[in-house]
Structure formats: C-alpha cells, structure tokens
Nanobody, 113 residues
C-alpha cells in the first residue's frame, strides 16, 4: 500500500531554515515525479516544488525560487524540501504528493518571531 509520511516541520524564526522529509513506501519510488504543496490557513493548496522521476528536472513556485530546494534520495525512498530564508508567509501545512495523486498527511511549518 502506498504511504507518504512527512516530517521535519516545526516553529522557526524568520530567516531560519528547515528541511522537510517525505518517506515513501509501497511503490517503486524512483519512477515517479514527486511534488511538495503547501496550504496556509484560509488559502488554497498551492504547488511549491516538483522533481521529475530520476531527479533531472526541478521546478519551483516563484514565491520560493532561490530559497527552497527539492531533492530525492532513491536509496532511502525519500523526497526532501530544504527551506532557507524562511518568511512568515511560508507558514503553512506542507504536503508531499506522488505525481498521480497520492498525498501524505502533512507537516506544519510556522515561521514566527
């Protein structure tokens, strides 16, 4: 059974960093593109970052370009989201998603002083 489990969220001050992890199981991880989304209170869920199967192509929302980095470790069946220079506007629940629609449960990121 497909499972995606996010971790690494928490409370961080503006300008700080966090690394989110999404551990995948139940499928052949390396053949799927993976995505990170986020949803802030009262807002629609938005796509943050995408990595192709094999990791050769990445894409980011304009709001996080230059600050966030998506990567994968196929040996660990894990996709990461390194988040630097965090801003209060990055506060949201962050979700990973397999390209064809499976979602994790989300991890809360709060950026506040």
């Amino acid at each position: 059974q497909v499972q995606l489990v996010e971790s690494g969220g928490g409370l961080v001050q503006p300008g700080g960093s966090l690394r989110l992890s999404c551990a995948a199981s139940g499928f052949t991880f390396r053949i799927y593109a993976m995505r990170w989304y986020r949803q802030a209170p009262g807002k629609q869920r938005e796509l943050v970052a995408t990595i192709s199967s094999g990791g050769s192509r990445v894409d980011y929302a304009d709001s996080v370009k230059g600050r966030f980095t998506i990567s994968t470790d196929n040996a660990k069946n894990t996709v990461y989201l390194q988040m630097n220079s965090l801003k209060p506007g990055d506060t949201a629940v962050y979700y990973c998603r397999r390209d064809d629609g499976y979602w994790g449960q989300g991890t809360q990121v709060t950026v506040s002083s």
